[in-house]
């Protein structure tokens, strides 16, 4: 198994920049020099996008900023000891000690066994008191391999990191591995309180078993036995019910859905982001005791598996807005893949077929075959083998298309009452389509679905009706509910306010259309691939199921937002080619790779950039993304695909017209952006040259 760390990985005593991402772009590249990923700025985009939803400063001045990126070929390890701390979010100060963990997507169970390991060993202070007075880049490595029991030899100093209880990297007591079972402090006697707990982080590689381990040594001195469950990379056991049943409460340290939830119902708790159970460990336990003495304290609802989690991890603290915000984008999210598939089969559809296989499609699919083909077709299609395969394929779209509402309200329903909202939903946002009431129908029957799924969660039920709660009597019930509102309440008038709107759109013209296009173009570069990008792109995707001929408007909003949506990765390519001076060579590098980006609407090519210097790089973006928005309303370019940039130039009318929309923006963003870096708050450039590294 190749190493997971290697001297050509280790900085010591180097300043790495100022910033967290100054600091994780350094030994991203550490790991791409070493053959380890194929690119820097991919690997960099990943680990900040990590590092955006939650800080990987630990207490101890200890920062790992992790990610499982397709860049990465092979498991790694990078460490910096900085000569100038950074600050990476921890409460009690910067970090001078810090590990960049890059795992693939597919990565092995072992190599992520030995990862979690390493984020183990890193909360204990005799093994980071090694690592600090390690002298060579060599006595760190063989610290860490030893750390992770792959060296039988150490430095001086190791023996230190091993520590009494048999190993800097052991597991702590009473935490559960795949295959394992409870170590010391595995039972609890007399009045011993007991606590189970589940950690996990979205990539499940690091705070999710250093958050375990903190809690069981807070356990520990409080003399509470805790049972912690880790769900993450490495595998994970369930902890036994008997366990569970024995509880006095629960912990979820989590910044993902629970898995199984339902296990733990009528157990009082208390839930926060992974992060707090490393940092506060001991306050979370109290917390759960305090709430488990409390009659009226919150108890984990019956009959549902994740229902109360949230994406942010942090139930009973996430306000209404952010909470409405976060089950909104949770269906668009889910959404989005059949609206993108589906658009781009009906684009395939009219390239083969011609753009009148709309007349055709039903009658050609259901007449004709592969040996069959048909007779009748558009003069615009390819012939008798491109019009039956063109309406094979704009049918198939047609189809997917269909399921954006419904999907877009299922999934609402699932945010809000996990797996017995989903059935609701999806009929609830039947119902808006059926009635006409569309992407407004569809956001109100999911969250009416969603709410009255996780109330009827709520409702005490005798235990031989609990197992038909989430499969049966919830959605059945839900269903009646949230699809009788829509059909004799909420449909007509919502139906109404979407016809309205449709018919606005379809009479704007002139100015009002180029201030639409305005408002879109800020919408996608003020965040790029954030939530007001998503917003906007959902607004213009919704369109395009009520989109046609005799109603081009969503056409026209498509287009526009495809276009703002390129400008970003696109001008900072142009940037970095006109402006050698004020661009490291990092970041030339990023620009190679944001023409491709840029050309196929990955709006996201411009995330190292904006990273790097945000009040240039975004006010930049959204010029140009807002004179992008402008022409192309102004010109009346229509696209029939959601997706894909230039490489779907035979969905888009105008086609000259959209690349001379785009260009202007991307030539008005690249020169604000030089001129922002070279005249506003003028910082010269990070060095091309690499950082000295400590012998």
């Known amino acids: 198994m190749t190493e997971l760390i290697a001297p050509e990985l280790v900085v010591l005593d ?336 009219f390239l083969l077929g011609g753009f009148d296989i709309t007349k055709y499609a039903d009658t050609i699919v259901v007449k004709n075959n592969l040996f069959s083909l048909p007779t009748e077709f558009g003069p615009q299609a390819l012939g008798p083998l491109g019009a039956y395969l063109g309406a094979v394929l704009f049918k198939i779209g047609a189809l997917s298309m269909g399921f954006l509402v419904p999907a877009l309200a299922g999934y609402i329903g699932y945010a809000l009452a996990d797996r017995p909202g989903i059935a609701p939903g999806f009929v609830a946002g039947a119902v808006a389509s059926f009635m006409g009431a569309g992407f407004l129908g569809g956001i109100v029957g999911g969250l009416l679905a969603g709410y009255t799924a996780h109330w009827l969660a709520t409702l005490p039920a005798p235990r031989w009706l609990r197992g038909l709660m989430p499969v049966a009597i919830i959605p059945l019930i839900a269903s009646i509910i949230a699809s009788g509102l829509m059909f004799v309440v909420l449909g007509g008038p919502i139906a109404f306010v979407t016809k309205a709107l449709n018919d606005w759109l379809t009479g704007m013209s002139g100015a009002a259309a180029v201030i639409l296009g305005i408002i879109l173009g800020l919408m996608m570069c003020f965040d790029l691939g954030g939530p007001v990008n998503k917003v906007a792109y959902a607004f213009a995707v919704a369109g395009l199921s009520a989109a046609s001929e005799a109603n081009p408007a969503p056409y026209h909003i498509m287009a526009a937002v495809m276009a703002a949506g390129m400008v970003p990765p696109l001008a900072m390519a142009l940037a970095t080619v006109l402006d050698h001076r004020n661009f490291n060579a990092t970041e030339h590098e990023n620009g190679k790779a944001a023409w491709l980006l840029g050309a196929s609407f990955i709006s996201e090519g411009a995330i190292p950039f904006a990273a790097a210097d945000p009040l240039r790089v975004i006010p930049a973006s959204m010029l140009g993304g807002a004179l992008t928005g402008a022409l192309s309303m102004a010109f009346n370019v229509s696209s029939k695909a959601p997706h894909g940039g230039i490489f779907v130039f035979f969905a888009i009318d105008n086609f000259f017209l959209w690349v001379v929309s785009i260009a202007a923006g991307v030539v008005v963003t690249a020169l604000a952006t030089i001129a922002l870096k070279r005249y506003v708050g003028k910082k010269a450039p990070e060095a091309a040259e690499p950082v000295p590294v400590a012998a």
Request: aromatic share 4%; with cysteine; proline share 4%.
């Open 14 to 349: 180097a300043s790495l920049g100022s910033s967290p991402a100054d600091v994780i772009r350094h030994l991203a590249g550490l790991v791409a020099d070493t053959g380890r990923a194929t690119e820097v700025d991919g690997l960099f985009a990943d680990a900040w996008a990590r590092e955006q939803k939650t800080a990987t400063g630990v207490p101890g001045g200890i920062a790992i900023p992790h990610c499982r990126s397709a860049a990465v070929t092979e498991p790694s390890l990078a460490m910096a000891r900085l000569s100038q701390k950074v600050g990476f979010g921890a409460k009690d100060g910067d970090a001078d000690l810090v590990f960049f963990i890059a795992a693939p997507e597919g990565a092995d169970q072992e190599h992520l066994k030995l990862l979690a390991k390493l984020a183990r060993s890193l909360i204990k202070k005799d093994f980071t008191a090694a690592l600090r007075a390690a002298a060579t880049r060599e006595d760190v490595v063989a610290l860490v391999n030893d750390a992770l029991g792959l060296t039988t030899t150490a430095p001086a100093h190791a023996g230190a990191a091993a520590g009494a209880d048999g190993g800097a990297a052991g597991v702590a007591s009473g935490v559960r591995e795949a295959g394992g079972s409870p170590a010391v402090g595995g039972s609890a006697g007399g009045n011993q309180k007991r606590i189970v707990a589940v950690t996990a982080c979205p990539t499940g590689i690091a705070h999710t078993y250093m958050a375990a381990d903190s809690l069981v040594a807070a356990g520990k001195e409080k003399g509470i036995d805790v049972q912690v469950e880790t769900q993450g990379s490495a595998g994970s056991t369930p902890l036994p019910q008997s366990v569970i049943d024995a509880a006095d409460a629960v912990v979820f340290a989590v910044d993902v859905d629970v898995r199984d939830k339902e296990r733990f119902a009528g157990k009082a708790y208390v839930q926060s982001p992974v992060k707090r159970g490393i940092d506060e460990p001991g306050v979370m336990l109290d917390e759960a005791l305090a709430v488990a003495a409390d009659p009226s304290g919150r108890r984990i609802a019956r009959g549902t598996a994740g229902a109360a989690s949230s994406a942010s991890g942090a139930e009973g603290r996430e306000s209404g807005g952010a909470k409405l915000k976060r089950v909104l984008l949770t269906g668009v999210s889910y959404m989005i893949p059949f609206v993108a598939g589906g658009g781009l089969l009906i684009a395939l559809g």
